[in-house]
Nanobody, 127 residues
Framework: QVQLVESGGGSVQTGGSLRLSCAAFGYTYSYYCMGWFRQAPGKEREGVATIHTGRGNTNYADSVKGRFTVSQDNAKNTLYLQMNSLKPEDSAMYYC????????????????????WGQGTQVTVSS
């Protein structure tokens, strides 16, 4: 059974940094799409960053480009999201996601593509 477990959320001030981790259990995610989504209260779910676990290609939302970095450690089956220069508008529940099957192309930022979701970790940025 596939399970994605996030950790690393918390509260920081504007300009601070956090690193989220996502441990994947139940499969070896080689050549899958994985990534991070977020949702703030009253707002739509937003794709933040994705990565192709085989080729390493990344894809970012415009709102986080230059500030967030998605990476992976295949030996540990773990995905990361390094978040720098955080802003209050980055406050949200952050979810780790994975595609249901291996994928050969650019990993999209649309939520409908991803079939596995973690339980989420809260990020709060205060001004």
């Amino acid at each position: 059974q596939v399970q994605l477990v996030e950790s690393g959320g918390g509260s920081v001030q504007t300009g601070g940094s956090l690193r989220l981790s996502c441990a994947a259990f139940g499969y070896t995610y080689s050549y899958y799409c994985m990534g991070w989504f977020r949702q703030a209260p009253g707002k739509e779910r937003e794709g933040v960053a994705t990565i192709h676990t085989g080729r390493g290609n990344t894809n970012y939302a415009d709102s986080v480009k230059g500030r967030f970095t998605v990476s992976q450690d295949n030996a540990k089956n773990t995905l990361y999201l390094q978040m720098n220069s955080l802003k209050p508008e980055d406050s949200a529940m952050y979810y780790c996601v994975s595609s249901l099957r291996q994928w050969a192309w650019v990993c999209p930022l649309g939520s409908g593509f991803y079939g596995y979701w973690g339980q989420g970790t809260q990020v709060t940025v205060s001004s």
